[in-house]
């Protein structure tokens, strides 16, 4: 855990600092104590889900919401020449243009406060920040291996990567070093419910609330990721293989997959 530890105390930096273009150092927000209370209070969505399906469209933000409350200035000289009133179905496009702009702006906005949060407010498990200082929208993340699970002292490290209308659409996330469990697909790619598109479940197997919710943050994404190590959902896979072998041969084949996992990330840790 010396190198876990190492990792955590990496440049407290403040979020979305300006840096020279290109790929630059992370900018990171490190664990501090143990704050399993907190966490637990905070209610993590559930930690694994059957199926990852494509992208889809989401429902807006509602009352309250982060993106709801988020104030951008206008600019007076955006204004259209005039032209005759649009239909019931379709706004002016400078209208329609602005408002992509805006939703972007707010999204922008709302990852640097959270950004910033971990930073004043560091989560236990976790380390969280940018890939490139210039980009808000790609964060690199390393995760501690839960105690007393399988995974225990590993250091694995994952991407997030978030749509321009986050918060209204979750993120992609990617386990860049290598890991064996049933909710992770071979290529790396996490599937479990809260990072899934929001609103119904097409198969009928996920409830909406469930499922992504634009209150999800950053943290809580975190915290249901590392519930999903320390208790896989063997019965709706990712990983069929890995599914199998937990299911059968838990702390057999299954146990030397991850424990070879866990050696090879703290020697890749900071590569």
Sequence with gaps: MAAAGAAARRGRDSAGGGGAGGRAEARWAAPARLRGAALRARGAAPAASPACPGPG?????????PVAEARVPQHSRLRAPPQPAPGPSEAPAPARAL?????????????????????????????????????????????????????EGGVFKA?????????????????????WHPNVDKNGDVCISILHEPGEDKYGYEKPEERWLPIHTVETIMISVISMLADPNGDSPANVDAAKEWREDRNGEFKRKVARCVRKSQETAFE
Excluded: C
């Design 57 to 65: 469209p989401g429902p807006g933000p509602g009352p309250g919401s």
């Design 99 to 151: 408002g992509g702009r805006m939703t972007e702006l707010q999204s922008a906005l709302l990852l640097r406060r959270q950004l910033a949060e971990l930073n004043k407010n560091p989560v236990e498990g976790f380390s969280a920040g940018l890939i490139d200082d210039n980009d808000l929208y790609r964060w690199e993340v390393l995760i501690i291996g839960p105690p007393d699970t399988l995974y």
């Design 159 to 179: 991407h997030l990567t978030f749509p321009k209308d986050y918060p209204l659409r979750p993120p992609k996330m990617k386990f860049i070093t290598e890991i």
